[in-house]
Structures are given as structure tokens and as C-alpha cells.
């Protein structure tokens, strides 16, 4: 099984939408940090320029990315700076902790 980790960082005003376009998709689990950082965009007018964004992160077989980085761009796109980026990661192993064995996903 090939195994790749969707990192996203977007506008912490949208993770509710990509939370709920991610639940249609079927994915079965991801992680969501509140984060701050600034890239493209950053608040010039306070002496902080971080900015309030959400980072989610979700290991997946590797047929599945493009349907969610699809969902991810979609709904995350405002088509202003600080939109946030999406990034696909190789994943050597998953392990399942409860079971201490290598995680098998389902087979689509």
C-alpha cells in the first residue's frame, strides 16, 4: 500500500467547509491545528504580521489524493493572497497504535 500525508494550511474561516466537503469525500480521519504564520500575505498594520490559519493534515492511500486536494483548493480558494497552500508528502509506513501493527487501509 502506498501511503501520502495532504497537509493544508487555509483561512481558519473556511475549515468548516472543508471539513464537511472532506466528510463527503469519506475521509475517515484527519488532524486540525490552529496555527499562525504569514507567507504571501502577512498583516502589515500590527506590529505581530502572523495571521490566525488552520493547518489540517490527513494520511491516505494514494488513489485518494487528487480528489481530496481537488476538495482542498476548491473550497479554500478565495483568489486573494493568503489562500494558504496545499502540500502531498510521501509516507514510508502507517502504524495503528491501538493495535501495534501496520495499517492497512481499505481496499476502494
Known amino acids: 500500500m502506498e501511503?501520502?500525508?495532504v497537509v493544508a494550511i487555509?483561512?481558519?474561516?473556511l475549515l468548516e467547509k472543508v471539513e464537511e466537503?472532506?466528510?463527503q469525500l469519506g475521509v475517515k480521519g484527519?488532524?486540525?491545528t490552529r496555527v499562525k504564520g504569514?507567507?504571501?500575505y502577512a498583516n502589515f498594520s500590527k506590529e505581530d504580521w502572523l495571521v490566525d490559519n488552520a493547518r489540517v493534515e490527513i494520511f491516505l492511500a494514494?488513489?485518494?489524493?487528487?480528489a481530496v486536494v481537488n476538495a482542498l483548493l476548491d473550497i479554500a480558494h478565495v483568489g486573494a493572497p493568503g489562500d494558504g497552500i496545499v502540500a502531498v508528502l510521501p509516507v514510508?509506513?502507517?502504524f495503528r497504535i491501538r493495535t501495534k501493527s501496520e495499517y492497512e487501509a481499505p481496499v476502494a
Open 10 to 13: 487555509i483561512r481558519s474561516t
Open 21 to 23: 466537503r472532506l466528510r
Open 38 to 40: 504569514y507567507g504571501e
Open 62 to 66: 494514494a488513489q485518494e489524493v487528487d
Open 30 to 32: 484527519l488532524t486540525v
Open 92 to 94: 514510508e509506513k502507517l
Open 3 to 5: 501511503w501520502k500525508k
